[in-house]
């Protein structure tokens, strides 16, 4: 059987891995030419009064920080996830003065004075809440990404409305989304905790 030539010839191989050759040999040269640039200016800072689980505490914030960065990363809470960080999932929610917010879409530096609960704040002498105890007893949390932001969402739903029903839980929770889809046993735990008969659902899964 002939032999099939083989388009590429020796020649032009050699010639094309010596040119990737000089290519990788100049390119750290060419870097050590390039300009330094400039340091970052310092980012301005504010110091901000915060009540975080019933602490007054001062912190200092860079005025880009948004308050769930304040909370992980300056105060230690990091029960209070970020999905998205861009005002989507509903992972970030804490109470802002009683009322739900995406800390991932509050600048820290805007909220001097407020008052803000984290998942954290929810247990009192070491017991869980009675929320936090159904979400347990009706295991709402699944991969428990989601679970802090349902039960500050939660929390701030049975405050204004003690005993809702099961539409009104969903429509008051539509903001907090769960990749795992546990949503019926979310309102199951939510309905438990507010006294009200559990709702008969048709499994884990289901529309929010
Ligand atoms: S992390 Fe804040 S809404 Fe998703
Ligand atoms: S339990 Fe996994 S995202 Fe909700």
């Given amino acids: ?15 094309g891995t010596g040119a990737a050759l000089a290519a990788a040999t100049a390119a750290p040269a060419l870097a050590a030419q390039r300009p330094t640039l400039p340091p970052a200016p310092p980012s301005a ?14 912190i200092e914030v860079e005025d880009r920080w948004t308050l769930v960065e304040v909370l992980r990363d300056r105060v230690g809470l990091t029960g209070t996830k970020i999905g998205c960080d ?16 995406y800390s991932c879409s509050q600048l820290a530096v805007w ?20 929320l936090q105890q159904a979400f347990v007893d009706h295991n709402a949390a699944q991969c428990g990404f989601c679970t802090s932001g349902q039960l ?12 809702p029903s099961a539409p ?25 905790a ?15």
């Avoid at 507010?194 to 929010?208: E, K, R, V």
């Fill in 1 to 15: 059987m002939a032999r099939q030539k083989n388009p590429i010839s020796r020649r032009r191989f050699l010639e």
């Fill in 45 to 58: 800072r504010t110091r901000i009064r915060l009540t975080i689980n019933g602490v007054a505490q001062r």
């Fill in 168 to 192: 009104e839980v969903r429509a008051g929770m539509t903001g907090n989304l769960c990749r795992c889809s546990n949503y019926n046993a979310i309102v199951e735990a939510v309905l438990a």
């Fill in 86 to 101: 861009r005002g989507e999932c509903g992972a970030c929610t804490v109470l802002l003065d009683g009322r739900p917010v």
């Fill in 194 to 208: 507010s006294g009200a008969a559990p709702q008969p659902t048709a499994g884990n899964g289901g529309a929010q």
């Fill in 111 to 130: 909220l001097d004075g407020r008052s803000v609960q984290t998942v954290e704040g929810l247990a009192r002498n070491g017991r869980l809440s009675p």
């Fill in 152 to 163: 500050m969402a939660a929390t701030a739903l049975l405050a204004r409305n003690p005993r």
